[in-house]
């Protein structure tokens, strides 16, 4: 027992691939994601800071760095199939957290406890960094099923995924940061050269508007 088997288990994530099951030109593992996400949350605080918008950067690092380390229990299942019924929806994060117990008990020595509990609960909350959490995950899978389209990927999955992120993100368009990615940074992906250009830009003003 000991933070060693923590630290060990971080190599785990590296092996986890996204989306599994799907053709892909480029894999990219759970470790890759974690760490773009926290990229990305970390810019997207930067805009609401400069808004007026008081961040925990603390929490906010921590929610974007652990916010799917519970994967290495279960592995990632596909969102279709993980959002197919609120009730398996449910199960699946029941097993989550019922695993993640377990293992802070087991392997975490007793005086870090509470911080883990903490880190590795659900980050996507109602607070603001909860919200630029579930804005800076939509953006990195955004960004994956892009580059899958960008390069000709077949696989129609990619935009189904494509949709189904810029619509979440959409439902944050209150924030100021996301208000900043729709008109400042989304327009800039567009211009870039791949087949189906104008579709995608359809799409997206569909969606947007």
């Not at 802070?104 to 509990?117: D, K, L």
């Not at 439902?171 to 327009?187: D, G, H, R």
């Amino acid at each position: 027992m000991g933070i060693h088997q923590y630290i060990q288990s971080l190599s785990n994530l590296e092996t986890l691939v996204r989306a599994p099951g799907i053709f892909k030109y480029q894999k990219h593992s759970v470790a890759e994601h974690s760490f773009k996400v926290a990229q990305i949350a970390q810019f997207l605080g930067d805009v609401e800071e400069n808004s007026g918008q008081t961040i925990n950067w603390q929490s906010l690092y921590e929610k974007a760095l652990n916010h799917d380390y519970n994967e290495r229990f279960i592995g990632d299942i596909k969102t279709p199939v993980k959002y197919a019924t609120p009730k398996l929806r449910a199960m699946l994060a029941d097993v989550e957290d019922s695993l993640s117990e377990s293992f802070v008990n087991t392997e975490i020595p007793s005086e870090f406890r509470a911080a883990y509990r903490r880190r590795l609960s659900e980050g996507k909350d109602s607070t603001l960094e909860g919200k630029i959490l579930s804005v800076a995950d939509k953006i990195d899978l955004l960004y994956e099923s892009f580059g899958e389209i960008q390069k000709g990927n077949p696989e129609l999955t990619y935009e189904e995924i494509y949709k189904e992120s810029l619509t979440t993100i959409v439902k944050f368009q209150s924030m100021a940061s996301v208000q900043y990615f729709l008109n400042e940074v989304l327009p800039d992906l567009l211009r870039e050269k791949f087949t189906d250009q104008a579709k995608l830009e359809e799409i997206t003003r569909h969606i947007i508007s």
